[in-house]
């Protein structure tokens, strides 16, 4: 399980007036992931942070996933 301290420390961000908004993020991002048919153990904190920052954008609407986030699940699901 990727804790919200790790994805917290991969992106620099310290506090935790967001840890609400974080949490909700890391389970959409890690279900997505487990959904494209990564094995858990293959899930990692650098992918889940990628996901993360994807889908945050600070509320401009855009929260889409990267190029790179949906290769690296492709590549992990082939594992």
């Known amino acids: 399980m990727i804790s919200l301290e790790d994805v917290k420390k991969a992106l620099g961000i310290t506090g935790d007036y967001l840890d609400d908004t974080l949490n909700f993020y890391i389970e959409e991002v890690t279900d997505f992931v ?5 094995k858990s153990e293959d ?5 889940v942070a990628r996901g993360v920052s994807d889908l945050w954008n600070y509320g401009a609407g855009e929260g889409k996933l990267s190029d790179y986030f949906i290769q690296r699940c ?3 699901s082939l594992r």
Do not use: D, F, Y
């Open 34 to 38: 487990r959904n494209a048919g990564v």
């Open 43 to 47: 899930i990692s904190v650098g992918l």
């Open 74 to 76: 492709k590549q992990l």
